[in-house]
């Protein structure tokens, strides 16, 4: 930490704005400074000033840092997607990273990233958002209509302990247990794959090889996770979970960027 303020100092001496902190990194911006020659010196005077060796990662065109779920006025370092200003995306933290995230909400969470990535400038931020939020509309109506497939919904959880140890069966847990009823060993630190599904059991341990119809899931767990997944991605602009949550509810209902307010620094 001391570390990472001594270069904190260096780049503010330097005319920098740090942007973020994290670790190991720093995000900082200056007029004028888009060329890796322009950080030169800074990196030169933090490697002085810290007796340690820094690497420019990349210059973006933009990058959003996700606000934090306990205030959102805060970014977290830790989460934040972005564009360098060779076209390619780097994502930290999403769910499109998470192990546990069925494959076509990461797959709809990449596509809304990618459609931002090709705003070059402010101006054209605006229609690349409005770009991701059909792209999440549609992926919704695609949703509730049944027509995704289960293998591409299922969810890779895990159970960190015996079974036997949980007081609180959480569904990992439940398609575990289901996988042990069918005589399949279960152990700790196991990755178990299920789907959620309507009814009893409300979720089917996708390793017992039964088919599930798209017609038996649990599309409301699904509607959750997208939501989640696409906040992710908006909320940076103005666009919460819960807003989000409240679309979902309006069948058909068609929104455009002009009708929420967000900010570009």
Not at 76 to 82: I, M, Q
Not at 137 to 142: F, G, N, P, T, V
Not at 166 to 178: I, L
Request: hydrophobic letters at 40%; a positive charge; glycine letters at 8%.
């Amino acid at each position: 930490r001391e570390v990472l303020l001594r270069a904190k100092d260096v780049a503010e001496e330097e005319g920098f704005e740090v942007l973020h902190m994290y670790v190991d990194a720093l995000w900082v911006k200056k007029k004028g400074s888009n060329k890796p020659e322009h950080f030169t010196e800074l990196i030169k005077k933090i490697n002085h000033r810290t007796g340690l060796t820094i690497n420019l990662d990349g210059i973006y065109r933009w990058v959003a840092f996700l606000p934090s779920k306990v205030d959102p006025r805060i970014p977290v370092a830790n989460r934040y997607f972005g564009v360098f200003q060779s076209g390619e995306i780097k994502v930290r933290g999403l769910e499109a990273l998470r192990r546990d995230t069925p494959l076509w909400i990461s797959a709809v969470q990449k596509e809304m990233i990618s459609l931002l990535g090709q705003a070059g400038t402010k101006g054209e931020l605006e229609d690349c958002i409005q770009q991701a939020f059909n792209c999440y509309q549609e992926s919704l109506r695609a949703l509730k209509a049944g027509l995704v497939a289960p293998e591409q919904l299922v969810i890779n959880g895990k159970v960190s302990y015996a079974l036997e140890a949980y007081k609180v069966s959480t569904a990992s847990v439940r398609a575990a247990r289901q996988l042990q009823a069918a005589g399949m060993p279960v152990k700790p630190g196991m990755r178990v794959r299920f789907v959620y599904t309507r009814g009893e059991p409300d979720v089917v341990a996708w390793d017992l090889g039964k088919k599930v119809d798209p017609g038996d899931l649990d599309s409301g767990k699904y509607v959750e996770l997208l939501i989640r997944a696409a906040s992710s991605v908006l909320s940076p602009f103005g666009v919460s979970v819960e807003i989000l949550r409240e679309w979902s509810l309006s069948d058909g209902l068609q929104l455009h960027v002009s009708s929420w307010r967000y900010c570009l620094g």
